[in-house]
Every structure is written in structure tokens, then in C-alpha cells.
């Protein structure tokens, strides 16, 4: 079946150390984006990427790093400058091709705590 | 900047009753979504609003697009407890830059 694959479902991040959140497609999108979701405060967008091997930052894209090396995957590295990282995260997707005004696809999210 | 507003941000009512919830954003825009979340799960795509005037219905759940008044709505008609969710909308950059940004979301808890 086509989809997002968002893993793993539940991280822990001990001080000073980087993780990474993968996220992986099979439905053909062009575009893929991060997202940050804490209580109260909606969709928060970190990164995004329009093509391969290119990337913009988003709106609190600080402490957050991206590659898109291939059209299947977007991962999100959370490092130590990240000082507030615990949060539920929400890789989605988007066919831009020709057609515009295509809705997003969520993957299932990771849910990030610090230990 | 882009902006995205929603009101209320959560709301509580009852079985059978009709609601409004609002969305309004900043800047030109002719493309907007509304998504819904269950608690602890992903977000659905519920409808794509592309053009003045888009109206769009799905059950009791109808969605209006007023471009020139920088403002989406989505009404809720006699309401069931399977509509309880939280709902977002939101808006794509008119700059065609592919960012889309979301409302604070609305909590919409209906009682039985």
C-alpha cells in the first residue's frame, strides 16, 4: 500500500545527544515536510523540501537539521542545540507536480521525549 | 508573514446542535485545507478549498472558501459525538513556495 512510514513511533533523547526521526514515502511526492505539534499550538512547520537535494527552513527550523538525498526520504535530525525538543512530530507529503492545491498526507508521527 | 487564525480554539456542544468553526489568515491566498486529528493520531485531509466561492460538503461537515475576506469556514449540522476531533485548517503561501501553514487547531468536544 502506498503511504508514509514515520519511525520509530516513541524516542527518547538523553542530554547532548542528536537524534534522528525517519521518514520515508512510497506514494511518489515531490514534496516533503516536517512538522512540530506541542499542546495547544497546532502544526509548527521545521523543514521543508520541494525536490531532491534541496530544502528550505521553516518557521523554527533552530536546533533541527534535514537532508533529501532521495525522493523516498526526509530525515529529521533533532540535535543537542534543540533545548526543548520533547514534542509529537509529523512527517507529511504533497504531489506538487502539474496540479497545485494537493492536501498533505501525515505519516502516523514520533513522539519525542527527553530522558 | 503568512498568518493563520482560528476560533474557537476549543468548543463544547451538544449532540444535534449546528456550529461555526472560523478560519482567517493574513495574506492572499486561494488554496486552503481542512484537516482533522484524533486524539494521539495523525491528520486526515478532509477538503481542499481552491477558488472564491468553493463550497464543499462531506455529511453533516460543510466548508466555504471567501478569499476576498481572507476567511474559511467550517459548519458542523446537528452535530454527533463521532464528530468529536480536533480541526485544523490551513493555508498555502500564495508565493507558490509550497509552505503551507496551520491555525492553532479547534478542539471540538460534543456531549451526548
Known amino acids: 500500500d502506498g503511504g508514509i512510514t514515520q519511525s520509530p513511533k516513541y524516542l527518547f533523547r538523553k542530554e547532548g545527544q542528536n537524534v534522528t526521526l525517519s521518514c520515508e514515502q512510497n506514494?511518489?511526492?515531490?514534496?516533503m515536510y516536517w512538522y512540530r505539534q506541542d499542546p495547544g499550538q497546532g502544526l509548527r512547520l521545521i523543514y521543508y523540501?520541494?525536490?531532491?537535494?534541496?530544502?528550505q527552513k521553516g518557521d523554527i527550523a533552530e536546533g533541527y537539521s534535514v537532508s533529501r538525498e532521495k525522493k523516498e526520504s526526509f530525515p529529521l535530525t533533532v540535535t543537542s542545540a534543540q533545548k526543548n525538543p520533547t514534542a509529537f512530530y509529523l512527517c507529511?507529503?504533497?504531489?506538487?507536480?502539474?496540479?497545485?492545491?494537493?492536501?498533505?498526507?501525515f505519516g502516523d508521527g514520533t513522539r519525542l521525549s527527553i530522558l | 508573514e503568512l498568518k493563520v487564525e482560528q476560533n474557537p480554539l476549543f468548543l463544547s456542544m451538544q449532540e444535534g446542535k449546528n456550529y461555526t468553526i472560523y478560519c482567517n489568515y493574513s495574506?492572499?491566498?486561494?488554496?486552503l485545507y481542512w484537516y482533522r486529528q484524533d486524539p494521539g493520531k495523525s491528520l486526515e485531509s478532509l477538503f481542499v478549498?481552491?477558488?472564491?466561492?468553493a463550497v464543499k460538503q462531506e455529511g453533516r461537515l460543510m466548508a466555504s472558501l471567501d478569499t476576498k475576506a481572507r476567511l474559511s469556514t467550517l459548519h458542523i449540522t446537528a452535530a454527533v459525538h463521532d464528530l468529536s476531533a480536533t480541526y485544523f485548517c490551513?493555508?498555502?503561501?500564495?508565493?507558490?513556495?509550497?509552505?503551507?501553514?496551520f491555525g492553532k487547531g479547534t478542539r471540538l468536544h460534543i456531549l451526548p
Open positions: 523540501s520541494q525536490i531532491v537535494n534541496d530544502f
Open positions: 507529511a507529503t504533497s504531489d506538487r507536480g502539474v496540479v497545485l492545491g494537493q492536501p498533505q498526507h
Open positions: 506514494l511518489n511526492h515531490d514534496a
Open positions: 495574506t492572499t491566498s486561494d488554496r
Open positions: 490551513a493555508v498555502e503561501s500564495h508565493s507558490r513556495d509550497d509552505k503551507i501553514i
Open positions: 478549498l481552491l477558488s472564491n466561492g
